[in-house]
């Protein structure tokens, strides 16, 4: 719907290198393994970008040994993390995540004042992103927000996205009714751009891990059938995840009895994931040789399994984003993601065991595994959309943006 159309004001750009040329600074914020993944291409090319200077804030259960302390992935991939931010993540009862996140915009604030950003750039739906839009609010930075419009409404994840799509100034979509969405939503349609999912961008061409190097590096031998396993807390059922606790658990583990591989990495840091993990830690307890339970694989590890695996199962994003580009089955479970808009390839089922595995069993029929070779990821549109966005972001004029007017429609 938009065009690109735009040019580079001099009085945006005041970051001056050591040769003496002008570079907008750009502040990217991460604060999971899973929006780090997502952001990676456009770090990529805001990095080399000689316009660009990249400056990243690394949050969240990035800086948890509980979760990894995935931190290292950023600096191995060679980014510079120019600041770190610990919140506590220990308590993650709703009165623990609403203390944190209520303290994190302290701290974010505290680090924009540090880094002077003229922009800064978050991604999707999570509280820690939430914080980081409302503090560069209050500081008067004008944010970038990435994958704005889209819905899973069975997550507060859901109020959140649209939340900080009234806190953000400039919009990149995956899909022309995301883009429609966030303009109905009062957001200039000048600023809003559909340039399909960054996180896709060459993701067929990676250097995926070989079944051996996923054996060596994650310590467990691949069986005839193998699942990658991810499953989030749904925050707006909390009062029956235990019983969507059992039903996973018992799904896990009839098919570990029947010999399967399933590697399971952790859920995130919301309300409720120290419960789910508990129980995968059970499972891994009571069949060691058929169930592995990671703090995080990093991006490639987990692709390299995702394209390895019989089916994705579970509630993570990825088995809706990410699995239909590898033409790899995906069994999606619950409603955490409903509302979203799912490729022909993605197999909905109830949280009940009858229901998964009766999806599981469709998954590898003969005639959906022949389909799933033309499968259409509606995500994907020609693989060039973290290029569109840094172009973008080098050259939108940001003289006044933070002004927004209400954008009514007619």
Request: aromatic residues 6%; hydrophobic residues 40%; glycine residues 8%.
């Amino acid at each position: 719907m938009t065009k690109i159309s735009v040019s580079i004001p001099k009085e945006t750009l005041l970051f001056a290198d050591e040769a003496g040329h002008n570079r907008r600074k750009v502040c990217c914020f991460t604060g999971t393994r899973a929006d780090y993944g997502l952001l990676k291409p456009l770090l990529l090319e805001l990095k080399e970008a000689s316009e660009i200077c990249l400056q990243i804030l690394a949050s969240g259960s990035h800086l948890s040994g509980d979760h990894g302390y995935t931190v290292r992935e950023i600096e191995k991939d060679g980014f510079l993390v120019d600041e770190k931010v610990e919140i506590d993540l220990q308590d993650n009862s709703p009165v623990g995540v609403s203390n944190s996140a209520g303290k994190a915009v302290g701290l974010y604030a505290e680090a924009l004042k540090r880094l002077h950003p003229e922009l800064v750039v978050v991604l999707g739906d999570r509280y820690e992103a939430l914080s980081m839009a409302f503090a560069s609010l209050l500081m008067s930075v004008p944010v970038a927000h990435i994958s704005g419009g889209e819905l899973t409404q069975g997550a507060i994840d859901d109020s959140i996205r649209h939340a900080i799509t009234k806190l953000s100034h400039i919009h990149f979509t995956a899909t022309e009714q995301y883009q429609k969405r966030v303009i109905q939503l009062g957001e200039d349609p000048a600023k809003v751009f559909n340039i399909g999912e960054i996180g896709l961008d060459g993701i067929r061409e990676l250097p995926f891990l070989s079944r051996v190097e996923l054996e060596e590096k994650y310590k467990f031998c691949f069986k005839e059938k193998n699942y990658l396993v991810t499953f989030h807390p749904v925050t707006h059922e909390a009062d029956s995840q235990e019983k969507q606790i059992l039903e996973i658990s018992k799904v896990i583990e009839s098919l570990a009895v029947a010999n399967s591989m399933l590697v399971i990495t952790k859920a995130n840091a919301d309300a409720g994931g120290d419960k789910i993990n508990e129980a995968f830690a059970k499972l891994k307890l009571n069949y060691p040789q058929n169930v592995v339970l990671l703090d995080s694989m990093g991006r490639l590890g987990y692709l390299s399994m995702m394209k390895a695996s019989t089916a994705v199962l579970g509630n993570s994003s990825s088995g809706i984003v990410e699995a239909p580009s590898l033409q790899v089955p995906s069994i999606n479970i619950g409603t955490r993601q409903q509302g979203r808009i799912f490729a022909p390839s993605v197999l909905q089922a109830e949280a009940e065991y009858g229901a998964i595995m009766d999806a599981l069993k469709l998954s590898q029929s003969e005639e959906y595994l022949e389909a799933l070779k033309n499968v259409a990821n509606p995500y994907y549109q020609n693989g060039t959309a973290s290029k569109q966005a840094m172009q973008i972001i080098t050259k939108v004029d940001l003289k006044g943006i933070t002004k927004k007017l209400f954008y009514d429609l007619e």
